[in-house]
């Protein structure tokens, strides 16, 4: 290992501290002047623990799990207190003193990994990039561990998926991949940002254990940032609550999930209880009869799907990653024309291809992606983005387009104040509602929402989620809703469709899906929902055979 990078002896005892901060201020530049951020927080971090950091979208939580790493955004700055690491001051540490330290000794696991991967270059290069620039590794054993880690982290076909470019993988294995590129020089600090929101509940418990196995066997300290309490509840031995940029809770975990002490806190505790009231209905919008669809014509991801979507009512389609749920939605947008099969819209047959589609066909069936930052333009104001819908579907100009744009904000609950914002001045949650809006603006019949609130914290997804079930009631439209989350699906369904690699398993009411007697892979879904129980995961991994961390 590169000696400019080798962590002290002391470092390397359990129990001793790592990192040390001591009230930390960040301000942010917006308007013309400096906004606080974090307000004067503290935070120890021992060797082999993991503190997780929770609360609501603006809290801080990312802003204080960089500052450890001592690193701020841009437009950011550290006005007061001290981050310590290990003895080194990274206040103050010179740039390249901290470039030896990322990625090496310290290293960051983002929540979109679709953005943090360079398309251009194939897996592999990525994942032992820092080993090999630190020194820590040659390039044979810097690949041969990175396989080992892709085996570790539950990777499919591990000694070869190195070779595949990022559109190659499903989301939920390029974020595994990422997990590995972080823990290649084996760090002493990892601050997980959201790691496992893009992942399905099995592929969650698989990613779990290993980080937990990896933490524990290497003695590794981890900032674990998440808006889930379940999963934060499985990883973190101790809980801080941030909101405003202020410390409202700290507890050991066990303690916390038990008696919560501030109000706030039991606010989270209490969210996610929405669960909508199931309607049977057999008047089909959308029908998909026996579909097949490939990719480059060789690897099939759709294998004769069968899907009956009623109008008005919301279909959930769940699966775990690669089973074929996006893929589906593809399918019927046109972007992936089927080579098998029908898919028929107000009982017609819909044209297999996008292109070749009418404008008002492709005015009825709109999509919401889960990215609201990529999906939004940031170079566009809300007007333009809202706007062009309104102009391109509906022929809509000038002042009667200024005040469709307005009612429709008034529609998913923001004002006239947001019209000439971009998507960088608004909340991750004020943003997914822009999307939702703009999918309103073509007055469609169907709206595919794919994973829109994986991304958002619990108070925010329960707004959006009660936002889509009232504009439901309001328009008649029509929902299909893709999700890995079973909480999403308890809250708004009337049906659910499950998937396994490329085939559905399963399709019924609410009520008949989630209750007993359930298919085999229905019960492994089901049963791979974290809980609200410490042992969870540890007692699941015992009941599959599998190694406890």
Known sequence: ?????????????????????????????????????????????????????????????????????????????????????????????????????????????????????????KLMEQVTESALNHGVM??????????????????????????????????????????????????????????????????????????????????????????DLAVVAQMAHRIMVLRYGNLVEEAETRAMLKAPTQDYTKTLWAVRKLEKKEEKSDDIALSVQGVDASYSGVVKVLDNVTVRIPRGKTVSVVGESGSGKSTLARAITGLLPPSKGRISFNGKDLPARLQDRDRDTLRRIQMIYQSADTALNPRQTVRDIIGRPLEFYLGLKGAEKDRRIVKLLESIELNEDFIDRYPGEMSGGQKQRISIARALAAEPEVIIC?????????????????????????????????????????????????????????????????????????ELLLSSVPQMDPDWLTNLLRQRGGKAA
Request: hydrophobic letters at 40%; glycine letters at 8%.
């Open 1 to 121: 290992m590169n000696s400019a990078v080798k962590p002290s002896d002391k470092s390397r005892i359990k129990g001793a501290t790592l990192v040390e901060i001591k009230g930390l201020k960040i301000e942010g530049y917006s308007d013309d002047k400096w906004h606080p951020i974090i307000k004067g927080l503290d935070l120890t971090l021992k060797r082999g623990e993991v503190v997780g950091l929770i609360g609501e979208s603006g809290a801080g939580k990312s802003t204080l799990g960089l500052a450890a790493m001592g690193y701020t955004k841009p437009g950011c700055r550290i006005s007061a207190g001290s981050v310590n690491f290990d003895g080194i001051d990274l206040v103050n540490a010179p740039q390249d003193k901290l470039r030896e330290l990322w990625g090496s000794r310290i290293s960051y696991v983002a929540q979109s990994a679709s953005a943090s991967f360079n398309p251009a270059h």
């Open 138 to 227: 040659n390039r044979d054993a810097a690949e041969a561990d990175a396989k080992d880690l892709f085996k570790r982290l539950q990777l499919p076909n591990p000694d070869t998926i190195g070779d595949r470019y990022p559109h190659q993988v499903s989301g939920g294995q390029l974020q595994r991949a990422m997990t590995a590129m972080a823990m290649s020089c084996r760090p002493d600090l990892i601050i997980f940002d959201e790691p496992t929101t893009a992942l399905d509940v099995t592929t969650q418990v698989e990613v779990l254990a290993a980080m937990r196995r990896i933490v524990e066997e290497f003695n590794t300290a981890a900032i674990y940032i998440t808006h």
């Open 450 to 522: 794919d994973e829109v609130t994986s991304a958002l914290d619990q108070i925010v997804q329960e707004e959006i989620l009660r936002l889509l079930m009232r504009l439901q009631k309001e328009t008649k439209v029509t929902y299909l809703f893709i999700t890995h989350d079973i909480a999403t699906v308890r809250a708004i369904s009337d049906e659910i469709v499950v998937m396994y690699k490329g085939k559905v398993v399963q399709q019924g009411l609410k009520s008949e899906v989630l209750n007993p007697p359930y298919p085999a892979y229905t």
